[in-house]
Nanobody, 119 residues
């Protein structure tokens, strides 16, 4: 059974840090991604890691502040978030792709975890 289980969300002050985790089970994937959605807004891309070539991609809004990584032994993907801003407040979703796709869609999604940046 394929499953993505997220954890690590919560409340943090502006300028603080938070690390999100996404534990994958059931199979292996070629790509892992993080997305977020704020109330009343569309879902947006945050970061992705492509395992075949070790490529990392980030949205311009989080470059230099967020880092995506993977622990192969635990089959877990992380999103380290530093220098957090109030505008980072959103529900964060982990996603995974089984094989490379021309449409760049993801095959599986986690349940989402709330991140709130506020003083």
């Amino acid at each position: 059974q394929v499953q993505l289980v997220e954890s690590g969300g919560g409340l943090v002050q502006p300028g603080g840090s938070l690390r999100l985790s996404c534990a994958a089970s059931g199979r292996t994937f070629s790509t892992y991604g993080w997305f977020r959605q704020a109330p009343g807004k569309e879902r947006e891309f945050v970061a992705a890691i492509r395992l075949s070539i070790g490529r990392l991609d980030y949205a311009d809004s989080v470059k230099g502040r967020f880092t995506i990584s993977r622990d192969n032994a635990k089959n877990t993907v992380y999103l380290q978030m530093n220098s957090l801003k109030p505008e980072d407040t959103a529900v964060y979703y982990c996603a995974a792709r089984i094989l490379p796709r021309v449409d760049l869609k993801y095959d599986y999604w986690g349940q989402g975890t709330q991140v709130t940046v506020s003083s």
